[in-house]
């Protein structure tokens, strides 16, 4: 059996998968949405795998131990519900948090309302290819009562294209040998891109 630790479990997921559909069977499918549902759904869990997850089912289901067009769905699914309770949460919640908190002015409120109704769509697009991002974005576009109308179309958008990246790039990736035989190499390169954009802004942060 194998033994849960967070930290091997987002490095060696594929490992995880493997052990899932070993063990589970058809169920598999009923764990992969659950980890993509919390991770997008619950702001407190941004440490679940999320792209490199996607891309390791893709490779599954090169070979043969995974439905492609089932996996589709129950990604892009999660990825949307995730989202839509993330901003629930955000919307019905998070304003109480933050008025209560002695570290947050009320005019952060305002401002975060004023860029959510300028850059609300593309900001819920680009999240989804950031970890962290992807998990917070939601929550806080709740907390700024972006409309829900607006909000809920570029979730469905960018719940789509980020599954159909990811999942299809493990899918025609997956059985090349250099992919196939370095899954492990794989999952830390995408971790490593994947957070790139946060370590590049902090950056320039800390240089101005």
Do not use: C
């Not at 549902?37 to 893709?58: K, N």
């Not at 043969?64 to 839509?84: M, P, R, Y």
């Not at 999240?127 to 607006?150: L, W």
């Amino acid at each position: 059996m194998v033994n849960f630790n967070p930290i091997q479990f987002i490095l060696h997921i594929d490992e995880y998968l493997g052990y899932f559909i070993s063990n589970y069977g058809i169920l598999t499918y009923f764990i992969l949405f659950a980890i993509i549902f919390l991770e997008t759904g619950l702001v407190i869990a941004p440490f679940l795998p999320g792209d490199s997850l996607l891309f390791i089912s893709g490779v599954f289901a090169a070979q043969g131990f995974l439905n492609i067009a089932l996996l589709f769905v129950i990604f892009t699914t999660a990825a949307i519900l995730g989202d839509s309770l993330n901003y629930s949460i955000g919307k019905y919640f998070g304003e109480r948090i933050f008025v209560n908190n002695r570290f947050f002015k009320k005019e952060y409120i305002q401002k975060t309302k004023s860029f959510y109704e300028k850059h609300g769509g593309k900001t819920i697009i680009y999240a989804r290819f950031i970890p962290i991002i992807r998990t917070v974005a939601p929550f806080v576009a709740g907390v700024g009562k972006m409309n829900y109308s607006k909000f809920l179309f570029f979730n469905i958008l960018g719940g789509i294209i980020w599954v159909f990246f990811f999942l299809l790039t493990g899918y025609f990736f997956g059985n090349i040998p250099i992919v196939k035989d370095n899954l492990s190499w794989m999952i830390y390169l995408i971790i490593l891109v994947s957070l790139t954009p946060l370590f590049v802004e902090w950056i320039r942060h800390k240089l101005k």
